[in-house]
């Protein structure tokens, strides 16, 4: 079993531009992992290959994932901007009317 992880910057479906780790199990069961850290500025494909040899009857199970840095959204920080204000305005009002 052999898997192969392809970067391709032109972020073509399939792409096989460059070749980023090979792995390699040959005994049964088999697990492989590997972890990468690819960074590039502009859209990008990345592709996996997989290669399964067996003889005679065989069962199989493939899991995978890809994990990305999560970036939060403009949208959520304004959110949350605008509540931290307004708390720190409610609680402003609230030390003033009390003094």
């Given amino acids: 079993m052999t898997v192969q992880t392809y970067l391709d910057s032109s ?46 009857s065989a069962n199989l199970s493939l899991d995978a994932s890809v994990a990305d840095s999560p970036i939060p959204e403009p949208a959520s920080m304004t959110l949350l901007g605008s509540s ?11 030390h003033k009317n009390a003094a």
Avoid: M, Q, W
């Avoid at 931290?84 to 609230?94: E, P, T």
């Fill in 11 to 56: 972020n073509t479906l399939l792409g096989t531009a460059t070749l980023l780790s090979t792995l390699t199990a040959s005994t049964t069961p088999f697990s492989v992992s590997d972890f990468l850290i690819a960074s590039t500025g502009e859209p990008f494909a990345l592709t996996e290959v997989l290669t399964i040899t067996t003889t005679g």
């Fill in 84 to 94: 931290l204000i307004g708390l720190f305005i409610a609680a402003r009002r609230k």
